[in-house]
T-cell receptor
Framework: EPEVTQTPSHQVTQMGQEVILRCVPI?????FYWYRQILGQKVEFLVS????????KSEIFDDQFSVERPDGSNFTLKIRSTKLEDSAMYFC????????????FGEGSRLTVL | GNSVTQMEGPVTLSEEAFLTINCTYT??????LFWYVQYPGEGLQLLLK?????DKGSNKGFEATYRKETTSFHLEKGSVQVSDSAVYFC????????????FGTGTLLAVQP
């Protein structure tokens, strides 16, 4: 069964360092998303991506964040200069088209900023 | 803006007990409603969904009915198993071009043998 894969599963970094989280969405999917979940809090939308551009982003997704689909298969989230409050589980998701298309999620990448 | 509120956890039940996890929503328009489940060490998986009022989503013995009059989508299961232990997330989809999901805080269910 096709699945969304994410790497790394866990990354520890120092404050101020750049981090890239990687995702391989399901191959025939058209819409891509990043969500995050700070420990004990709700899953929050960060950004959606369609047709090689950002279609929507939340207030959380400030200039420190960027997304890219560099090669038609990977979908990356970059945090330029990490802060302590960026520590969270980051989930990638993808879906086909259609109004009610199900989002398929990866297992998440846990980011710990020290 | 649109939001989802679900009951606080953890919920601890004995095997074969009846489960209800409450979920209410606030939305303009007519969202689709979802329950996602996260088993330990795994990602979020769609458990069931309903796309319009009075629809009932069901899967693996779980059910939820889209109630527009009470803006609710409560999750129920008649007889839980230890293997149902997980975190359950209620979510709504706003539709539109992005169709992003808005999640509740999640409810941890622990089923004891």
């Amino acid at each position: 069964e096709p699945e969304v894969t994410q790497t790394p599963s866990h990354q520890v970094t120092q404050m101020g360092q750049e981090v890239i989280l990687r995702c391989v969405p399901i191959s025939n999917h058209l819409y891509f998303y990043w969500y995050r979940q700070i420990l004990g809090q709700k899953v929050e939308f960060l950004v959606s991506f369609y047709n090689n551009e950002i279609s929507e982003k939340s207030e959380i997704f400030d200039d420190q964040f960027s997304v890219e689909r560099p090669d038609g298969s990977n979908f990356t989230l970059k945090i330029r200069s990490t802060k302590l409050e960026d520590s969270a589980m980051y989930f990638c998701a993808s879906r086909t088209g259609g109004r009610t298309g199900e989002l398929f999620f990866g297992e998440g990448s846990r980011l710990t900023v020290l | 803006g649109n939001s989802v509120t679900q009951m606080e956890g953890p919920v601890t039940l004995s095997e074969e007990a009846f489960l209800t996890i409450n979920c209410t929503y606030t939305a303009t328009g007519y969202p689709s409603l979802f329950w996602y489940v996260q088993y330990p060490g795994e990602g979020l998986q769609l458990l069931l969904k309903a796309t319009k009022a009075d629809d009932k989503g069901s899967n693996k013995g779980f059910e939820a009915t889209y109630r527009k009059e009470t803006t609710s989508f409560h999750l129920e299961k008649g007889s839980v198993q230890v293997s149902d232990s997980a975190v359950y997330f209620c979510a709504l989809s706003e539709g539109g071009a992005t169709n992003k999901l808005i999640f509740g805080t999640g409810t941890l269910l622990a089923v004891q043998p």
